[in-house]
């Protein structure tokens, strides 16, 4: 489940993921079962978001009625509908969840039920998490390969737009020709540029122990 804060701010990010899309808007309402899009009826009632100080720093966070909504939709997409569900992110300036799936009329119907009166977007996903979880899994069982080959692959995670598995190398256009020539021109893989991670340094203040009484 990806959270997508517009000012920057992630309250929580469920998923090793490249990035939250932007949804948009438009959509058709409440015509499940399309093609490129749609929204729950609920999407017409302005909501106004509510809000959390966090450091000094209002930053709007998910009705309790939705997230319960998105949970709902998330655990019937991971089991029931494994091949339609990509993933799911919220949108709290606006008070929508966002849904990313393959066209399924099956899924798009229960999500319209489970949604009852909030605003829940649905857009049209490439791959199901389902089938990214394959490549992803493909990806690092090969690592020692790659490192045998000099390419540095520094991470590895499923888009929750179901766009593709992005991997980040130190160079992005080497891994590109490198894992498309292994694994085929149209592999759902995204190469993105990465540095190493770096450890945390160790602490080295000491504090001192308490005064003897």
Same mark, same amino acid.
């Given at each position: 489940?990806?959270?997508?804060?517009?000012?920057?701010?992630?309250? !929580?990010?469920?998923?090793? *993921?490249?990035?939250?899309?932007?949804?948009g808007?438009? =959509?058709? #309402?409440?015509?499940?079962?399309?093609?490129?899009?749609?929204?729950?009826?609920?999407?017409?009632?302005?909501?106004?978001?509510?809000?959390?100080? #966090?450091?000094? #720093? =209002?930053?709007?966070?998910?009705?309790?009625?939705?997230?319960?909504?998105? +949970?709902?939709?998330?655990?019937?997409?991971?089991? =029931?509908? !494994?091949?339609?569900y990509?993933?799911?992110?919220?949108?709290?300036?606006?008070?929508?969840?966002?849904?990313?799936?393959?066209?399924?009329?099956?899924?798009?119907?229960? *999500?319209?039920?489970?949604?009852?009166?909030?605003?829940?977007?649905?857009? +049209?996903?490439?791959?199901?998490?389902?089938?990214?979880?394959?490549?992803?899994?493909?990806?690092?069982?090969?690592?020692?390969?790659w490192?045998?080959? !000099?390419?540095?692959?520094?991470?590895? !995670?499923?888009?929750? +737009?179901?766009?593709?598995?992005?991997?980040?190398?130190? +160079?992005?256009? =080497?891994?590109?020709?490198?894992?498309?020539?292994?694994?085929?021109?149209?592999?759902?893989?995204?190469?993105?540029? @990465?540095?190493? #991670?770096?450890?945390?340094? @160790?602490?080295?203040?000491?504090?001192?122990?308490?005064?003897?009484?």
């Open positions: 489940m990806c959270r997508r804060l517009r000012i920057g701010l992630a309250l !929580g990010v469920v998923l090793m *993921i490249g990035g939250c899309g932007d949804p808007d438009g =959509e058709i #309402v409440d015509s499940p079962g399309l093609t490129g899009g749609w929204s729950t009826a609920g999407c017409g009632v302005p909501r106004t978001p509510g809000h959390l100080t #966090v450091g000094g #720093v =209002e930053v709007p966070v998910t009705p309790p009625r939705l997230e319960s909504v998105m +949970d709902r939709i998330e655990r019937a997409g991971k089991g =029931e509908f !494994g091949e339609s990509a993933g799911i992110e919220v949108d709290q300036e606006q008070v929508r969840a966002i849904v990313f799936r393959k066209p399924s009329a099956a899924f798009d119907d229960f *999500i319209r039920k489970s949604a009852e009166d909030a605003c829940v977007v649905v857009r +049209d996903a490439d791959h199901s998490a389902r089938e990214l979880a394959v490549w992803h899994d493909r990806v690092l069982a090969d690592l020692p390969y490192a045998h080959r !000099g390419v540095r692959i520094v991470s590895i !995670g499923a888009r929750h +737009d179901g766009k593709g598995v992005e991997v980040g190398a130190r +160079d992005a256009e =080497e891994a590109r020709r490198e894992l498309l020539a292994r694994y085929g021109a149209t592999a759902p893989l995204i190469f993105q540029p @990465a540095d190493p #991670v770096r450890p945390l340094p @160790a602490p080295t203040s000491r504090i001192a122990p308490p005064p003897s009484i």
